[in-house]
């Protein structure tokens, strides 16, 4: 028999509906909904987080701001409510709901090119954590020191899967495939000069690799690669 999927609706001050939550995503995709708060006001994201961390153990805002870190706290004074700054990320802590254990069996290591690209591969990194995922960060291993990323070639055959996130011209990912035999999700940022395009040569970069078992999300897609990521690491994650 189909099972009807829950929403609810939330009105806004005008008295329209501005949201409507999915109450069942957490049961059928193995996470709750996770905002989007660039685009929404505080009061919208404040609104929606307090609603769903009645529901579930871990609410995640990405791309938010400190206004709406303030709204957050301030509205959902009954959790714990933590800004991850560098990540932009919001997190709300239920304290109604109990968090599960972090998953040991697998490993996520994300790699980054650069300090300029931390904001997305913290994104990830976050992420696939609250997803229940046990993550090794290895950052600063980009290709114009390729010695650094050899360092580490045994770190990164421990990983069932690994996120590199590279801008300029995003060669990391195909190294990174070139050395281990797990899915490696490449991510192009958005950093690098003029003739980057703002993320669209390391993404053609990434796109057009020599190397296997490389898949490619958009551009600065960090929650996209932790989401992808999690789902390898732990592909049972929804029972």
């Known amino acids: 028999?189909?099972?009807?999927?829950?929403?609810?609706?939330?009105?806004?001050?005008?008295?329209?509906?501005?949201?409507?939550?999915?109450?069942?995503?957490?049961?059928?995709?193995?996470?709750?909904?996770?905002?989007?708060?660039?685009?929404?006001?505080?009061?919208?994201?404040?609104?929606?987080?307090?609603?769903?961390?009645?529901?579930?153990?871990?609410?995640?805002?990405?791309?938010?701001?400190?206004k709406h870190y303030r709204a957050v706290r301030n509205t959902?004074?009954?959790?714990?409510?933590?800004?991850?700054?560098?990540?932009?990320?919001?997190?709300?802590?239920?304290?109604?709901?109990?968090?599960?254990?972090?998953?040991?069996?697998?490993?996520?290591?994300?790699?980054?090119?650069?300090?300029?690209?931390?904001?997305?591969?913290?994104?990830?990194?976050?992420?696939?954590?609250?997803?229940?995922?046990?993550?090794?960060?290895?950052?600063?291993?980009?290709v114009a020191g390729v010695h650094r990323v050899l360092e580490h070639e045994d770190l990164l055959r421990q990983a069932r899967v690994v996120i590199a996130v590279a801008g300029m011209e995003g060669a990391l990912p195909t190294l990174i495939a070139g050395l281990v035999a797990v899915p490696v999700i490449a991510v192009p940022t958005s950093v690098g000069y003029g003739a980057s395009f703002a993320g669209i040569a390391p993404l053609l970069t990434m796109l057009n690799s020599c190397a296997g078992g490389i898949g490619v999300v958009n551009i600065d897609n960090g929650f996209g690669a932790a989401v992808l990521a999690s789902r390898i690491n732990r592909p049972k994650w929804s029972e």
């Open 76 to 142: 959902c004074d009954e959790h714990t409510v933590i800004f991850h700054e560098t990540a932009r990320i919001i997190e709300v802590a239920s304290s109604v709901v109990p968090a599960p254990t972090i998953d040991e069996d697998g490993l996520i290591v994300v790699a980054s090119g650069g300090t300029a690209d931390l904001p997305v591969a913290e994104e990830a990194a976050l992420t696939a954590e609250k997803m229940g995922s046990r993550v090794m960060r290895l950052y600063d291993v980009g």
């Open 1 to 66: 028999m189909e099972k009807k999927i829950h929403s609810l609706p939330l009105e806004g001050d005008d008295g329209t509906i501005d949201a409507r939550i999915d109450l069942d995503r957490e049961q059928r995709c193995g996470f709750t909904e996770v905002i989007y708060a660039a685009g929404k006001t505080p009061e919208q994201v404040a609104r929606i987080a307090c609603e769903l961390a009645l529901y579930t153990h871990t609410v995640l805002a990405t791309r938010a701001s400190e």
